[in-house]
C-alpha cells in the first residue's frame, strides 16, 4: 500500500474535520496529490490539490473558504483541513498521486486514469 487516508468519521454538520494522506515507498515532493470527494451514488470529484514542489493549491468551487489543503515533506503527509461541513460532503474521501507539472492534475480536471498512486479513501459522514 502506497497512500493511507485516515482522520474521517461521523460529525455534525458545522463542525470540522482533518484527513491525513501519508505516503510510504516514494516522495510526496515529486508529485501533485489531489483530494476526492465520491458521494454515495455519484462519481469521484476532486475536491482539492496542492504541488508539493512550491505548495500550490488549487479549490474546487464546492469547498472553496471551507476546505484548506497543506503538506508536509518531512513526515511525507497531506493533510485536508474540513470547516463548516455539510451533509452534501458525506462520502469517501481518496487522496491520489499525480505528475506534478500536469495542470489538469492541478485544476482538478485529469481524467482519474491520469493519477500514479490511490488511497483506498477513508469515509467521513456528516449528519444534518
Known amino acids: 500500500v502506497q497512500l493511507v487516508e485516515s482522520g474521517g468519521g461521523l460529525v455534525q454538520a458545522g463542525g470540522s474535520l482533518r484527513l491525513s494522506c501519508v505516503a510510504s515507498e516514494f516522495s510526496l515532493d515529486n508529485y501533485a496529490i489531489v483530494w476526492f470527494h465520491q458521494a454515495p451514488g455519484k462519481e469521484r470529484e476532486g475536491v482539492s490539490s496542492?504541488?508539493?514542489?512550491?505548495?500550490?493549491?488549487y479549490y474546487a468551487d464546492s469547498v472553496k473558504g471551507r476546505f484548506t489543503v497543506s503538506g508536509d515533506s518531512a513526515k511525507n503527509t497531506v493533510y485536508l483541513q474540513m470547516s463548516e461541513l455539510k451533509p452534501e460532503d458525506t462520502g469517501i474521501y481518496y487522496c491520489?498521486?499525480?505528475?506534478?507539472?500536469?495542470?489538469?492534475?492541478?485544476?482538478?480536471?485529469?481524467?482519474?486514469?491520469?493519477?500514479?498512486?490511490w488511497g483506498i479513501g477513508t469515509l467521513v459522514t456528516v449528519s444534518s
Open positions: 496542492i504541488r508539493m514542489n512550491d505548495g500550490s493549491t
Open positions: 491520489a498521486a499525480g505528475w506534478s507539472q500536469s495542470s489538469a492534475i492541478l485544476t482538478l480536471t485529469a481524467p482519474l486514469g491520469d493519477y500514479d498512486f
